[in-house]
């Protein structure tokens, strides 16, 4: 019996002024939610390779929970003082942040985004366009935290 992945991207805010414990909370009970959902399946955690932010939560808390991490970004995740983070696996796309968006949302089955500027909204309108005759309740998470910035 094969087992089946399903891909999780998870997009937020990149920089790290915002309420980081309820973003960690939140995100760690929907991992854990997670795994209950999917028992029977590997589950990728894909997000924007950078050492920071909601990407840096989500990577973490995947590592903990067991998921595979995916760090999905451009060429210029690279050049980021925060570095990168030790995925397990890389998919790198374009040159500029952003430049990766169409294809970062062909390559993930849901979506959980927590706050976040610009390029994860953007991100999250594009996932609801491809998706909008299916049931977007179960597709797409969306919640917001505190932003300090």
């Given at each position: 019996m094969q087992v089946e992945t399903i891909k999780y991207g998870v997009v937020g805010f990149s920089k790290n002024q915002f309420d980081k414990k309820a973003a960690y909370q939140l995100v760690d009970k929907l991992f854990e939610d997670l795994k209950s959902e999917h028992p029977h399946q590997f589950i990728e955690i894909v997000?924007?390779?950078?050492?920071?932010?909601?990407?840096?939560?989500?990577?973490?808390?995947?590592?903990?929970?067991?998921?595979?991490?995916?760090?999905?970004?451009?060429?210029?995740?690279?050049?980021?003082?925060?570095?990168?983070?030790?995925?397990?696996?890389?998919?790198?796309?374009?040159?500029?942040?952003g430049d990766e968006s169409t294809d970062f949302i062909n390559y993930i089955d849901r979506l959980i985004r927590v706050g976040g500027g610009p390029q994860s909204r953007k991100e999250t309108e594009m996932f609801r366009l491809k998706h909008q005759k299916n049931d977007l309740d179960k597709l797409l998470l969306e919640y917001e935290v505190a932003w300090y910035g």
């Open positions: 997000s924007g390779y950078t050492n920071s932010g909601i990407p840096k939560i989500a990577y973490e808390l995947a590592d903990k929970h067991g998921f595979i991490t995916v760090g999905y970004s451009a060429k210029q995740a690279l050049k980021v003082r925060s570095g990168v983070y030790p995925v397990k696996k890389v998919i790198l796309k374009g040159e500029l942040f």
